[in-house]
């Protein structure tokens, strides 16, 4: 996987996780501009992920180990929530997942 892609894929995380972030507040009570950029953002995430040209499998794929780890890292120092072990453990799996996928069989 070459570097534009990495960025990419951390981008798109980025914009998942902070468009659900957002959303979620906008649905507590935060107000309707939180839930409109929760959208936008969600919105940005499925054309920013889009621009790797992979084939679909593969692209979410491996995207999905991404996605994994950046929310994970979200919870742990944005939220300050506690991650458990079997967290952790889990997404060590989904990584190797990704891994598997992106470096398996061509």
């Given at each position: 996987m070459?570097?534009?892609a990495?960025?990419?894929f951390i981008l798109s995380a980025v914009l998942e996780v902070g468009g659900d972030a957002m959303t979620r507040k906008g649905l507590r009570?935060?107000?309707?501009f939180f839930l409109l950029a929760g959208f936008v953002m969600l919105g940005c995430y499925g054309l920013v992920v889009n621009m790797?040209?992979?084939d679909f499998s593969k692209l979410l794929g491996v995207y999905v180990a991404v996605f994994?780890?950046?929310s994970v890292l979200c919870g742990q120092f944005v939220f300050k929530e506690n991650i458990p072990l079997s967290?952790?453990?889990g997404l060590g799996l989904i990584i190797l997942g990704g891994a598997t996928i992106q470096w398996g069989s061509k």
């Open positions: 070459n570097f534009i990495w960025l990419i009570g935060s107000g309707l790797v040209r992979w994994a780890l950046v967290t952790w453990f």
